[in-house]
């Protein structure tokens, strides 16, 4: 009899080789670009960021179908830019990291969507209760094969965008990030021991919005794997 709890680790491919890499914790922040702030109803202040977290099994390959998550009547899209954390600072360390340590965690990048249902998120916030079923759902974080850094070139001025059915919904700059990536890194190792096999997504910009069953969604991040992924009914 197959062991029960021989559960297979949440895994993402990296580009360019044949190992992949093992998915730890998934973190996020909240309002990391001004515009977005602003259509959420918040401030684009440049105050401390916010974190919460997804499951690691959340994680999705591209090209995947995606049936319609449970429970809701309003699910958005957030494109984001994903870091994948690894390397010295994190095996030796891994809290209180300096910017320049935070910088140097930065193992590879990729292209992340944050589905939100954004119906339960706004009961929640009336009720002074988590986000947990808004944001830490199955399927909730699609992922492009991982880039590394050492072939993903400079980003840091690179256009994100999201499209549904070739419509044009989400365009921005990672230049337009309230804190940098490795701003953001630093902070969240002031919370949180950090690991290799950490992801952070960090951040969509304006133009979040719904979406249906049948919906195909493509999102870039210059030159970084394209991901599509395609929602549909239950049956």
């Not at 580009?15 to 602003?38: M, T, W």
């Not at 994903?82 to 590879?108: I, M």
Request: hydrophobic share 40%.
């Amino acid at each position: 009899m197959k062991n029960l709890f021989e559960i297979p680790m949440p895994s993402v491919a990296i580009k360019g080789l044949e190992e992949r890499y093992p998915v730890h914790r998934i973190y996020c922040v909240g309002r990391n670009y001004a515009a977005h702030a602003r259509e959420m109803g918040g401030s684009p202040e440049r105050e401390s960021p916010f974190f919460f977290s997804k499951p690691a099994n959340a994680i999705v390959a591209n090209n995947a179908t995606l049936p319609f998550p449970l429970r809701t009547q309003d699910l958005h899209h957030e494109v984001e830019l994903v870091v994948a954390l690894a390397g010295d600072a994190l095996a030796s360390k891994g809290e209180n990291l300096t910017v320049t340590e935070a910088q140097e965690a930065v193992f590879a990048y990729a292209v992340g969507i944050d589905f939100t249902r954004r119906d339960l998120q706004t009961e929640s916030k009336a009720k002074g209760r988590p986000w947990d079923t808004a944001k830490g759902f199955d399927h909730s974080a699609p992922i492009s094969n991982l880039t590394p850094v050492t072939s993903a070139g400079d980003i840091s001025n690179a256009r994100i965008s999201l499209s549904v059915n070739g419509q044009l919904r989400q365009e921005g700059s990672i230049a337009e990030l309230i804190w940098s990536v490795p701003e953001l890194i630093a902070e969240l190792s002031s919370y949180y021991c950090l690991r290799p096999g950490d992801l952070i997504f960090t951040g969509t910009p304006a133009g979040v919005s719904a979406v249906v069953s049948g919906d195909e969604l493509e999102a870039s991040i210059g030159s970084l794997e394209t991901l599509r992924v395609k929602l549909v009914a239950r049956d």
